[in-house]
């Protein structure tokens, strides 16, 4: 890999409910010939702050309005030969609230499950690997 490759920014958001001691998230599934499900990402713009990144593209790509941010990880992957720098955040939403996929052409379905069905249906190992971090969070209590 060449080192004049540029860094491209970008945002991802593991949206969870919490219902007691159960942790639903929402994963969405591309719509192409792979099908496979993902969670929410979307690039930064140039002026665009992290935080209000993630607040614009969970609001583009699935509609919801009222969510609150908990935390976030900050994780560098390699995807073809570009270093992508995704800061994910970890949202709290309430998963009775319709999502409304239809302003994205990415996405054909979305899917609230439970954490232990999460892990085989995300296909990019970098996803999974954001996914275990942010188990290891909600496991310790960090989030309230």
Request: proline share 1%; glycine share 4%.
């Amino acid at each position: 890999m060449e080192e004049n490759k540029e860094t491209k920014k970008g945002v991802a958001a593991i949206v969870y409910d919490n219902r007691g001691s159960n942790y639903y998230f929402l994963i969405l599934r591309r719509a192409n010939s792979r099908k496979e499900f993902e969670f929410i990402k979307g690039k930064m713009g140039l002026d665009e702050e992290p935080i209000d990144a993630v607040s614009r593209v969970v609001r583009e790509k699935v509609g919801l309005k009222n969510f609150e941010v908990k935390g976030n990880l900050v994780l560098e992957w390699n995807l073809v030969d570009n270093l992508d720098k995704f800061t994910i955040f970890l949202i709290e939403a309430n998963m009775n609230v319709v999502v409304d996929i239809s302003n994205s052409p990415d996405y054909d379905n979305y899917l609230w499950t439970a954490k232990e069905n999460v892990a085989s249906k995300l296909i990019l190992k970098q996803e999974m690997a954001a996914f275990s971090q942010a188990l290891k969070i909600f496991d310790s209590g960090q989030l309230k």
